[in-house]
Nanobody, 125 residues
Framework: QVQLVESGGGLVQAGASLRLSCVAS????????MGWFRQAPGKEREFVAA????????YYAESVKGRFTISRDNAKNTMYLQMNNLKPEDTAVYYC??????????????????WGQGTQVTVSS
């Protein structure tokens, strides 16, 4: 059972930046992807970004492309989400997750097996 713990959320103004972190209790296998999702009040959880652990290749939702950057530190078993130029519509609880299958970028919540508890990001206008 992999445990994931997010941190780094907070309350910021529009245009500001935040960096989220996700620490995994176990080393992620190279061919699996790790991802970030978010869920705003009253909305379904949606895909944000994913990274294939060993290769470092990435995939983004269109809504965050060019503003958010996903990365990982193998030595620390940690994944990051650098969020720049934040907008009020980015307000949500952000979750990290590990894909249940290899060799893909899952974009559905059902593609992911392990989840963190979430960290709140609030962007004021």
């Amino acid at each position: 059972q992999v445990q994931l713990v997010e941190s780094g959320g907070g309350l910021v103004q529009a245009g500001a930046s935040l960096r989220l972190s996700c620490v995994a209790s176990e080393r992620t296998s190279g061919n699996y992807a790790m991802g970030w999702f978010r869920q705003a009040p009253g909305k379904e959880r949606e895909f944000v970004a994913a990274i294939r652990w060993s290769a470092g290749s990435t995939y983004y939702a269109e809504s965050v492309k060019g503003r958010f950057t996903i990365s990982r530190d193998n030595a620390k078993n940690t994944m990051y989400l650098q969020m720049n130029n934040l907008k009020p519509e980015d307000t949500a609880v952000y979750y990290c997750a590990q894909d249940r299958s290899q060799w893909r970028f899952g974009v559905r919540t059902t593609d992911y097996e392990y989840w963190g508890q979430g960290t709140q990001v609030t962007v004021s206008s």
